[in-house]
């Protein structure tokens, strides 16, 4: 049982996971900071939190876990506010969607505290944002990636596990590097194309007019279009790198689909798509 819970940034992850941790009793109070008035209000009358602190030293006073759950552009200004206010034992976690750019700044910002960071991802989430987004079955067996630095006191990363495992999820272990290798092929990539897709259809003509001839796979593939501006911009940012490598190959197999087009290789175009429905269909209905 967690006496007292801080979340920093109290909106759909950070709401959901002070939910998911209420409703199985594995916490007693939940204190949130956040920055945005009108959203800690909403927090407040949900039942999300218990206390709102505006003081980042007072959110954390007599905290045994604290979540990081902001954008990641705002994770190392964090660190570094709270750094002098963390007490041995208090343990420290985040749910960043990239892990290597939140480990540097952990890294640079908490001193000896490292010890108590176990940086964290939960493998769940919607196109929605804000606290009255947040819903206590978000995590229910979902995964949870926890890449322990090893500098970390294996209680901390025990306390980690344990809260994770009472919200609902199955926790997993990888290192941060596979981490961002793996997300950005399997979330960010799509993420980036759904953007760009949507943006695209909405510059060539006017959105009302065309999308009400869109069938169910637009609308299931366009769905994470809607996500938060913010949000993508700094995991794009923060996993630049993967992401980019990425985004080369990508470019390099459209090449090749618009060459079997223009030469009208339907013999390419159907290799490319059995092979992609081979893996898809082994995947999901396996
Ligand atoms: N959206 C999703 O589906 C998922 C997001 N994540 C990660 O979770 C984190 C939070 O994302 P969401 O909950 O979706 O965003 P959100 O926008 O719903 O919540 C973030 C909250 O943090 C607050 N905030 C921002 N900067 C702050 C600061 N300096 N101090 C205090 N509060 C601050 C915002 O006002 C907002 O309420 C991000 O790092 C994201 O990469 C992880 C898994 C899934
Ligand atoms: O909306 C969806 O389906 C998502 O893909 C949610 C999501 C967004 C960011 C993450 O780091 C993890 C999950």
New binding site residues.
């Given amino acids: 049982m967690i006496q007292r819970l801080c979340v ?9 996971l002070a939910l998911a941790l209420k409703r199985s009793g594995a916490v007693s109070e939940v204190i949130g ?4 008035p009108l ?1 800690r209000a909403k927090a407040l009358s949900l039942g999300i939190i218990d206390r709102a602190e505006v003081c980042l030293a007072e959110a954390l006073r007599g905290a045994e876990v604290v979540v ?8 190392e ?2 660190f570094q506010q709270m750094a002098p206010h963390l007490k041995p034992e208090m343990v420290v976690t ?5 892990k290597g750019s939140v480990v540097t700044a952990a890294r640079a910002e908490l001193g000896t505290r490292i010890v108590d960071f176990v940086p964290g ?11 009255e ?2 819903f206590s079955d978000l995590f229910c067996l979902h995964k949870v990636i926890l890449t322990p630095l090893p500098e970390n006191r294996p209680g901390a990363v025990e306390t980690v596990r344990r809260m994770w495992h009472q919200a609902g999820a199955e926790v997993v272990e990888i290192s941060s590097a596979y981490h961002d290798q793996v997300l950005a092929g399997v979330s960010h990539l799509p993420h980036v194309l759904a953007f760009v897709l949507v943006d695209l259809l909405a510059k060539v003509g006017e959105p009302q007019d065309t999308l009400q001839f869109a069938a169910g796979g637009f609308r299931d593939f366009s769905r994470i279009a809607s ?2 501006p ?2 993508w911009r ?2 794009c940012l923060a996993n630049r790198e993967p992401l980019l490598a990425l985004l080369d190959h990508f470019e390099a197999e459209l090449h090749t689909v618009g060459e079997a087009l223009r030469h009208g290789d339907g013999g390419k175009l159907a290799e490319i798509f059995a092979r992609a429905k081979a893996a898809r269909d082994t995947h999901y209905n396996a």
């Fill in positions: 920093l940034g109290v909106g759909l992850i950070g709401g959901s900071y956040e920055k945005d959203y990081l759950a902001v954008p990641l552009g705002g994770m200004g964090l985040d749910v960043g969607s990239v991802h939960p493998i769940a989430g919607t196109e929605k944002s804000g606290p987004a947040a996500s938060d913010t949000v700094d995991i």
